[in-house]
């Protein structure tokens, strides 16, 4: 996962149909730097025990019954590369989803967001292990949750409200995922072959967020009153 190629209103801070202003959007990444504390625990967890191994999701780890990875590898990356573009990405995305689903003030809001990243992540897992049913290569990184926010943020229009599926803002934000993901495939193919290794973009795990996100996210915002 990398920096996102958002245009500009979705990444404007939305309420319910006015502005935030830039200290408000600010203070809506705290879920985001929450994570990223997460992520860098983690990270040096992963350095004294010796590897990512056993924080990684696979056909093979259910198989032996490891099923904390189906949560696990979200909050694991390969290296501090990869987690600094996770990062960076849901830093991004976390200001308009989390203005849009209540602000930082409000409980639910915090509520709605870990149900966000935390489902989106999970049905990024089932799409990659549907696909992967016996693969034994771990997957790691929160890129599927990500992908969750990045699909959440499209149906934000620049007043706040949600846009509907067959609209321009969304097919734009569907083609730039499309194309995200073709790059990113393209450069770590070509990186894992001349290096010899294994290993890749777990764009299954994308698209399953995403879409997941895409479709949730309506279901979350709160109404009025609430």
Not at 31 to 55: D, K, R, S, T, Y
Not at 75 to 90: E, F, K, Q, R, V
Not at 181 to 202: C, D
Request: aromatic content about 10%.
């Amino acid at each position: 996962m990398t920096d996102l190629d958002v245009p500009r209103p979705v990444l404007q801070s939305v309420t319910d149909g006015r502005l935030a202003g830039f200290g408000q959007a600010a203070r809506n990444t705290a879920p985001a730097m929450v994570l990223i504390g997460v992520f860098v625990v983690v990270l040096i967890v992963e350095g004294v025990a010796g590897g990512v191994g056993g924080w990684g999701l696979s056909g093979q780890a259910l198989a032996e019954g490891r099923w904390h990875t189906l949560g696990s590898h979200m909050i694991a990356h390969a290296g501090p590369a990869h987690m600094w573009m996770n990062s960076t990405a849901l830093l991004a995305l976390t200001a308009p989803v989390m203005t849009r689903l209540g602000g930082v003030w409000s409980v639910r809001a915090w509520v709605r967001y870990a149900l966000l990243f935390g489902l989106s992540g999970l049905a990024g897992a089932i799409v990659f292990l549907a696909l992967h049913l016996f693969g034994q290569i771990p997957m790691v990184g929160a890129s599927g949750a990500i992908c969750g926010l990045w699909g959440a943020a499209t149906r934000i229009g620049p007043d706040g409200y949600m846009v509907p599926l067959r609209s321009s803002p969304v097919w734009t934000q569907v083609k730039a995922f499309l194309r995200m993901n073709l790059v990113l495939f393209a450069v770590l193919f070509g990186l894992v072959w001349l290096s010899g290794g294994h290993g890749g973009l777990a764009w299954e795990a994308h698209l399953g967020g995403f879409l997941f996100g895409l479709f949730a996210m309506p279901r979350l915002v709160p109404t009025v009153g609430d």
